[in-house]
C-alpha cells in the first residue's frame, strides 16, 4: 500500500459525459501528479501540482483538466469523453518537486468510455 | 526531445539473473529511475541513480552511465513474482517535475 488513494476504483461511462476522479496523496507529500496508461501502453504525464499550484503539463488534452484543493487532495476532471479516453488512470505522489524522481502511485481508476 | 528506449519483452529462467536495458536521448540529466507494475497494478517505485555507478537494493540493483546515455536494472534470484513490466524514466529537461517514462520491458519468468 503506497498510502496514495484513489476513487472510484472503476468508471464506466458514455460518450459525450463528463467524470472526476479523485486523489489524495500519501501524507505529507505536496506534489501531485497525474498519469494515463491505455492498454499495454506506457504512462503518458498529463500534469502536475504542487501544494495547490500547476507546476508542469504534459500532453493534456483540452478536454481534461485539473486541481489541486488546500487540504492537497486533487480532482481530474474528463469531459466531453470519446472512447479513446478508456484507459487507467493513475495519481502519484512524491514529497515535493525535488523529489519527483521517486513518486509513489495509487491504485488507479479504470475509466472505460462505451 | 527526449527519448528513452528498453527491450519490449524480455524472458529468463527461475532463480537466474536478468539485466533490462535502458538508453536515453535528453539534452538535460537529472537521472534514472526504474518502476516496477505487476498487471492490472499500479507503478512501484525501485530505484534512482542520479550519479554513475551501481546502487543495490536487495536483489536489485540499478546501474547508470551518463557518458553512455545507459542506464540498466540487474535482477537476481529470479522470483516468479518478480515477473512484471519494468519502466526507465527521466526528468523533462525543461521542468524537473514532468517526469517521462519509457515504453516498458515485459519481464516473463519461467520455472
Known amino acids: 500500500d503506497s498510502g496514495v488513494t484513489q476513487t472510484p476504483k472503476h468508471l464506466i461511462t458514455a460518450t459525450g459525459q463528463r467524470v472526476t476522479l479523485r486523489c489524495s496523496p500519501r501524507s505529507g507529500d505536496l506534489s501531485v501528479y497525474w498519469y494515463q496508461q491505455s492498454l499495454d501502453q506506457g504512462l503518458q504525464f498529463l500534469i502536475q501540482y504542487y501544494n495547490g499550484e500547476e507546476r508542469a503539463k504534459g500532453n493534456i488534452l483540452e478536454r481534461f483538466s485539473a486541481q489541486q484543493f488546500p487540504d492537497l487532495h486533487s480532482e481530474l476532471n474528463l469531459s466531453s469523453l470519446e472512447l479513446g479516453d478508456s484507459a487507467l488512470y493513475f495519481c502519484?505522489?512524491?514529497?515535493?518537486?525535488?523529489?519527483?524522481?521517486?513518486?509513489?502511485f495509487g491504485p488507479g481508476t479504470r475509466l472505460t468510455v462505451t | 526531445g527526449q527519448s528513452l528506449e528498453q527491450p519490449s519483452e524480455v524472458t529468463a529462467v527461475e532463480g537466474a539473473i536478468v539485466q533490462i536495458n535502458c538508453t536515453y536521448q535528453t539534452s538535460g540529466f537529472y537521472g534514472l529511475s526504474w518502476y516496477q507494475q505487476h498487471d492490472g497494478g499500479a507503478p512501484t517505485f525501485l530505484s534512482y541513480?542520479?550519479?554513475?555507478g551501481l546502487e543495490e537494493t536487495g536483489r536489485f540493483s540499478s546501474f547508470l552511465s551518463r557518458s553512455d546515455s545507459y542506464g540498466y536494472l540487474l535482477l537476481q534470484e529470479l522470483q516468479m513474482k518478480d515477473s512484471a513490466s519494468y519502466f526507465c524514466a527521466v526528468r523533462d529537461q525543461s521542468s524537473a517535475s514532468k517526469i517521462i517514462f519509457g515504453s516498458g520491458t515485459r519481464l516473463s519468468i519461467r520455472p
Open positions: 541513480n542520479a550519479l554513475d
Open positions: 502519484a505522489s512524491s514529497v515535493d518537486v525535488g523529489n519527483s524522481y521517486e513518486q509513489y
